[in-house]
């Protein structure tokens, strides 16, 4: 056999690694990270990365000569590692994702058509204060926003610390303004 078909019998070997890997790296869904958070944005982007690096580790050890059997070994070991941390950073992002902690959301001050804001006002008790609270960015694209207000505007029920609203469904259309509140900020 020569050095040539060596080299294609090695990485036809390795073909459903890779095949595995690429499934891997296509569910770390690293082009959709619109909505999420700086940081879950960076561990994602470091999934990514990790993935692609043992990739090229495998496809290059498996066109290494048959001479070349140790440079091998030690390129599917650094593989093996590089695919270690990114399993377990895609695993990491399959359990932060669906529980909304990596969603990245803005505080906003709100401003309602009237009419919205009289029903707004009914329900939670919020006459005359300003509305504030968080949502998520790019909730606007949507047909309705879920705005959680902040402490402030929540109305207690009762002793027991019962508010009477604490998330809101509010239709984007209702919707006149929004000022973006940040840290220092406070509603006046």
Same mark, same amino acid.
């Given at each position: 056999?020569?050095?040539? *078909?060596?080299? %294609?019998?090695?990485?036809? %070997?390795?073909?459903?690694?890779? $095949?595995?890997? #690429?499934?891997? @790296?296509?569910?770390?869904?690293?082009? %959709?990270?619109?909505?999420?958070?700086?940081?879950?944005?960076?561990? %994602?982007?470091?999934?990514?990365? #990790?993935?692609? $690096?043992?990739?090229?580790?495998?496809?290059?050890?498996?066109?290494?000569?048959?001479?070349?059997? &140790?440079? &091998?070994?030690?390129?599917?070991?650094?593989?093996?590692?590089?695919?270690?941390?990114?399993?377990?950073?895609?695993?990491?992002? #399959?359990?932060?994702?669906?529980?909304?902690?990596?969603?990245?959301?803005?505080? #906003?001050?709100?401003?309602?058509?009237?009419?919205?804001? &009289?029903?707004?006002?009914? @329900?939670?008790?919020?006459?005359?204060?300003?509305?504030?609270?968080?949502?998520?960015?790019?909730?606007?694209?949507?047909?309705?926003?879920?705005?959680? @207000?902040?402490? *402030?505007?929540?109305?207690?029920?009762? =002793?027991?610390?019962?508010?009477?609203?604490? =998330?809101?469904?509010?239709?984007?259309? *209702?919707?006149? &303004?929004?000022?973006?509140?940040?840290?220092?900020?406070?509603?006046?």
């Amino acid at each position: 056999m020569g050095v040539r *078909s060596t080299a %294609n019998a090695g990485l036809a %070997n390795t073909a459903p690694i890779l $095949v595995a890997l #690429f499934a891997a @790296l296509v569910a770390t869904d690293p082009f %959709n990270i619109r909505g999420r958070s700086h940081w879950a944005t960076a561990l %994602n982007e470091a999934a990514l990365v #990790f993935w692609v $690096v043992t990739i090229v580790l495998v496809i290059w050890s498996g066109m290494l000569k048959e001479d070349q059997g &140790a440079r &091998a070994t030690r390129y599917r070991r650094v593989a093996i590692g590089c695919g270690i941390v990114a399993a377990a950073l895609t695993l990491t992002m #399959f359990v932060v994702v669906p529980t909304g902690l990596a969603d990245d959301k803005d505080h #906003f001050e709100v401003t309602l058509t009237p009419a919205s804001r &009289a029903a707004l006002d009914e @329900l939670c008790w919020t006459t005359g204060q300003p509305i504030a609270g968080t949502m998520k960015t790019g909730a606007l694209e949507g047909q309705f926003v879920v705005l959680t @207000l902040d402490p *402030s505007v929540r109305v207690p029920i009762d =002793s027991h610390g019962d508010v009477r609203c604490d =998330s809101v469904r509010i239709p984007v259309d *209702s919707i006149l &303004a929004l000022r973006e509140l940040h840290a220092k900020t406070t509603p006046h």
